[in-house]
């Protein structure tokens, strides 16, 4: 039976020209949606498509303008009987952000792909075309329910949240943490690692059209308190500490924090390592810390958003969350 799905472009690398096929610059977000599907019409997918152009830019620039348009087009297509799938074209910068931003917000009733590629359209070895055709069958696939969003790139499927960019060149640039790969896929084959973890399909959080400002620390050392007060600002409502090791940072920056913390600014410690877990450490009980476990910080930062976002603040509820997730 042939699959209908909506394919929703946000730009990137997948979409981008360098006008040359060996040339290393070149311009995210130059290919439409009509023009893509155009060609991947002729591939024999077994799919039929429908398309909308969200946004055509580098995902260096993807922020809540683009998040805002995106995730109701989402919804729209998951609300349509003559939909069975959706995927998004995105750049690969940010892509674990907005993957990880729509897991958190949508229902996991159908599935939803997000698919880019590491080299642009006219590159020799260019990637997006077997990526998306990957895509195409994990979003024909019934039993991609139920797994909320997931990440197709380079033969692999990845789940939202544990989908992180590990490179900057190459076509093997993904990497899963704590759950490496969750399948493996190709144009005609697909297997799944596991059962679907999403049974009951619902959104864990409302959508918010204004997220509150939440920055990221990146801790070094000699990092000193009169850096950590400026970076942070007037207006954040919350800090991410990229921490050094599990989560750790310079006795002064945690004073500071300490401080910021008592006038409410919430404080969640992850670490700059590229795996590992921060878990809760006794002084964290005393200075009102957060633990990101294993979330890396841009994946905190979304999370800290939606949680402030939502109403819940209280340390041990944002604590209970990021043990969960």
Known sequence: ???RITVLATGGTIAGIAGSAIAKDYVAGQITIEDYLEEVGGLGLGAEFSGRQIANIDSADIGPEVWNALHPAVIEALADDDCDGVIVTHGTDTLEETAFLLDLTLPASKPVVLVGAMRPADAVGYDGLRNFANAVRVASDADAAGRGVLVVMGDRVFGARDVRKVRTRGTDAFRGFPRESVALVTPSSLEWFGAPWR????????WCDALPEVVILYAHAAMDAVAVE???GQDARGVVVAGVGEGNMPEVVRQEL????ASGLHVVRASRADEGLVDREAEDDANGFTAARALNPQKARILLQ???ANGITEPAAIQRVFDGS
């Open 258 to 261: 300490v401080r910021q913390r």
């Open 199 to 206: 049974p009951d399909a619902v959104a864990q959080f409302d």
């Open 1 to 3: 039976m042939t699959s």
């Open 306 to 308: 939606l949680l402030i």
């Open 230 to 232: 400026r970076m942070i």
